[in-house]
């Protein structure tokens, strides 16, 4: 938790959130107001693990980016239209996968293990 915030942590309270859906509401619902309690409980999963990586990940993304001489997303993209990058493409895909990891590892972690 971040001063001047006291317990629970914002962190803390998407958990207890999510838990109580997943644990105690789901179970006691069914369909379609149990597949939306079980869709919001994969949207407070996503969000516990992007306040988790997020930063760590953001970081890493901006290094990556920057090793390839640009600020942001929008100038490589700016930069592969243009075919400026053109014969850097292996660089290129190797940032483009380490991105697509870091997204799935937030928005879909098993999916990297299928």
Excluded: C, W
């Excluded at 993304?61 to 592969?80: P, S």
């Excluded at 660089?91 to 590892?105: A, N």
């Amino acid at each position: 938790m971040t001063p001047p915030h006291d317990a629970p942590s914002a962190r803390e309270l998407v958990e207890a959130v999510r838990e109580f859906l997943e644990n105690d509401v789901a179970g006691a619902l069914s369909g379609r107001a149990r597949f939306h309690a079980l869709v919001a409980v994969n949207a407070l999963s996503i969000v516990e693990r992007e306040m988790e990586l997020g930063a760590g990940q953001a970081e890493r993304h901006r290094a990556r980016l920057a090793a390839l001489g640009f600020a942001d997303d929008a100038e490589l993209a700016a930069a592969i239209r243009a075919g400026e990058i053109d014969g850097r493409a292996a660089e290129v895909k190797d940032v483009l996968v380490e991105t697509v990891r870091d997204k799935l590892l937030v928005a879909n972690p098993p999916y990297l293990e299928s």
